[in-house]
């Protein structure tokens, strides 16, 4: 820290209890008072330094011994009388960056101008602010810092403002460009060549390279009124918003150690020990705090992380800060739900009510911002991408990951008996339609909700299950939803007969692919001649089809009897039920047609394996002939 020598005496004063007495072997004739302290001094270096001094001496009992003058509004109290005293019988003192901008005050405050001496108080405080003080970033935050004790007498005399302004200019502009001494060595400060400007001397000491939030622990030591001002003035600056929204995390997570609790252990107990330096913040602080950070923080997506924002979210429903501060986090975080985690969803129900584990209310409201966030930006919708493009679109790709999320955070709630079955189907049915490439995952959430709540009726079942488009399930979804009980009878027919859709699309889709790969062979066959090389990839090639039929003949064969039996435990609970229409129903749902369609098929394996069989004998044939020519 740099500092400048005052004075050239030693120093004759000594303290007893609340009373300062100067032992210069002259009687005291004046008693100073500044609070409970008392100084015991002489007229004459009093009144020679100080026009307030002079004129209090003056009015005072004018030939009286031991003369009392009081002082209630020194700036910084009697600790700072005491160095202007010193000052005034010259004794050997430093200015320093820490005591400048008290004596700064003290010296207006007393009248210690030049006309009371050259080389006064209040130019040598001033020559120091600006020439050393202000050039130097430690010095100028040091500085700063100490304008919270005497605001009012600072903001006069414009020192708070020139502090910030220096700090400002320096955290907005790269360190590495000017060599700025981002890191002092014995505090003097630097000259963009790195020599020390103060008394001549050259260190020869370079700052170290630094990124743009070299500043930011800096910075957090500073009061939030000053704070504040200090970012103000750095972001009217133009500095990057990132830049802004970094320094004002690092403040956040400071003082509010609700932001700490999902950090890495070595970080979050260094954030800490830096709070436990000082008195914690009581709840209110924080909420004060919280509310600030929520105004300065840019409202632009990205400028923070989704977990800080969550953080931030959990502690003001917490702290019950503002309504409109907590409105303001959800829209936050709705406008970067994609960039979300399970985890950071999961906030718990700090309402007094109780009603649910989880905050599933603040949940949709989250999406909705998102949802009115993506459609504002002109997000993929139904209407704009037709089905074959819906699932390539890269547009679809934050909404889908959001509609993933939530069927996640709809399978970690589900389990909760006390969420009620409106809630659940309001915050399903919140994510469109074209959001979801399969509804495995909400499938999923509805079965675990059914699992855990055995009381639904029927009717409230099929209520609940239409929420998913069994069309929209894959094979592994089907076939676990077709042996699942507790599905509604009339859901696990649909899955049944979309599962028999599927098949029938997969069959069809490999003879298409036997067909082609016939056509190609023949083709090739034109062109390939005598080569005996090209028949035995066209053998190899046969086998490998005919043992891909085969296990699709397999398969067929066992969906068949899987649906048999599901077929005969439904015709026993019809009939348990007096329900006479199952065949009926069979019928139109196509299990007579599946077996009908199998069949078919086989007989098309058949033939296309006759028919390759044939092919492969004429083209053994002509090769012989080919050889014996």
């Not at 800096?218 to 009061?223: A, G, Q």
């Amino acid at each position: 820290m740099a500092c400048m020598k005052l004075g050239s005496k030693t120093d004759a004063f000594q303290r007893q209890g609340q009373a300062w007495f100067c032992t210069t072997g002259l009687p005291s004739d004046v008693v100073v008072e500044v609070g409970e302290m008392s100084f015991h001094l002489h007229k004459f270096p009093l009144l020679s330094r100080s026009g307030v001094m002079e004129r209090l001496i003056a009015d005072s009992s004018e030939g009286e011994e031991g003369s009392v003058i009081k002082l209630p509004d020194v700036p910084g109290g009697a600790k700072t009388f005491e160095l202007v005293a010193k000052i005034c019988y010259g004794v050997k003192l430093e200015l320093t960056a820490s005591n400048v901008v008290y004596l700064r005050c003290a010296a207006e405050h007393l009248e210690m101008t030049e006309e009371y001496g050259e080389g006064n108080l209040i130019s040598q405080t001033e020559i120091f602010l600006n020439q050393i003080v202000l050039r130097n970033w430690k010095d100028s935050l040091k500085a700063l810092k100490t304008c919270d004790d005497v605001l009012n007498h600072a903001e006069e005399l414009n020192i708070t403002k020139r502090c910030i302004e220096s700090l400002a200019v320096k955290a907005s502009t790269d360190p590495n460009l000017f060599g700025w001494p981002v890191v002092e060595h014995g505090g003097p400060m630097q000259s963009p060549g790195g020599s020390v400007l103060w008394n001549g001397i050259s260190t020869g000491a370079r700052p170290r390279s630094s990124s743009s939030d070299w500043w930011y622990d800096d910075v957090t030591s500073l009061s939030l009124p000053l704070y504040k001002r200090l970012i103000s003035v750095i972001e009217a600056r133009g500095i990057n918003k990132d830049v802004i929204a970094g320094s004002l995390t690092r403040y956040a997570k400071k003082y509010i150690p609700g932001l700490n609790r999902r950090q890495g252990i070595s970080e979050s107990s260094s954030r800490m020990a830096q709070v436990a330096l000082g008195a914690p913040p009581s709840e209110e602080d924080q909420n004060v705090l919280l509310e600030e950070i929520d105004r300065l923080l840019p409202m632009q997506k990205g400028v923070v992380s989704t977990k800080f924002l969550f953080g931030m979210l959990r502690t003001a429903m917490i702290l019950h800060a503002n309504p409109s501060c907590i409105s303001n986090l959800e829209r936050r975080i709705g406008m970067q739900l994609d960039q979300a985690t399970l985890e950071d969803l999961l906030m718990p129900n700090f309402s007094n009510s109780m009603e649910t584990l989880y905050n599933v209310d603040c949940v949709q409201r989250i999406l909705k911002h998102f949802l009115a966030m993506d459609q504002a930006t002109g997000g993929a919708s139904p209407c704009s991408i037709d089905d074959g493009q819906l699932m390539g679109s890269p547009s679809l790709t934050p909404i889908t990951m959001v509609a993933k999320l939530i069927d996640g955070y709809l399978a970690e709630v589900a389990p909760d008996v006390n969420l009620k079955l409106p809630k659940f189907q309001s915050l399903a049915a919140a994510v469109p339609e074209y959001a979801r490439p399969l509804d495995d995952g909400l499938y999923r959430a509805i079965d675990i909700y059914l699992k855990s709540h055995p009381w639904l009726p029927e009717q409230e079942r099929e209520q609940l299950c239409r929420l998913m488009d069994c069309q929209k399930l894959s094979l592994e979804a089907c076939t676990h939803a077709a042996q699942n009980e507790r599905l509604p009878l009339r859901i696990v027919v649909q899955v049944l007969f979309f599962e028999q859709l599927q098949l029938r699309t997969s069959i069809a889709g490999c003879f298409l692919v036997s067909d082609n790969l016939d056509g190609s062979r023949q083709l090739r066959s034109g062109f390939a001649g005598s080569n005996e090389g090209g028949w035995a990839t066209a053998v190899r090639e046969n086998q490998v089809l005919k043992v891909g039929m085969d296990n699709m003949r397999m398969r067929v064969s066992e969906l068949e009897k899987e649906c048999s039996n599901m077929r005969q435990e439904i015709e026993k609970l019809g009939r348990i039920k007096g329900s006479s229409t199952w065949g009926n129903m069979s019928k139109k749902l196509g299990f007579k047609i599946k077996s009908q369609m199998c069949s078919a098929q086989e007989g098309s394996v058949s033939n296309q394996t006759n028919r390759s069989a044939k092919t492969e004998k004429t083209k053994d044939r002509h090769g012989k002939q080919n050889k014996s020519e």
